[in-house]
């Protein structure tokens, strides 16, 4: 799977040593590759399964504002699943 980031290369945080888990999974790759690229990494159990239902299509809002490639349907799915998992 590739990402396309065009957008955040100015703002790509310094020292992102986030660990999560499940780390080399699709969906861990998935969340770092979008989450990780505009701001620091938050852990997985940083919020509950609801709380980050609710805070993805804020940063969908930001990547569009950013004119940065939105989110794919599978790309989504891949990130909420890996969320749902791993959430608190």
């Not at 998935?30 to 609710?54: D, I, M, S, V």
């Not at 799915?77 to 998992?85: G, Q």
């Amino acid at each position: 799977m590739a990402f396309s980031v065009a957008g955040c290369a100015s703002q790509a945080p310094r020292g992102n040593t986030t660990a999560i888990p499940d780390a080399n999974s699709a969906g861990a790759q998935a969340y770092a590759g979008r989450c990780g690229t505009c701001h620091a990494l938050p852990h997985p159990k940083r919020l509950g399964y609801e709380g980050w239902q609710a805070v993805l299509p804020v940063m969908e809002q930001r990547i569009e504002e950013r004119g940065m490639v939105a989110l794919g349907e599978q790309e989504r799915e891949a990130i909420l699943n890996y969320l749902r998992d791993h959430a608190r």
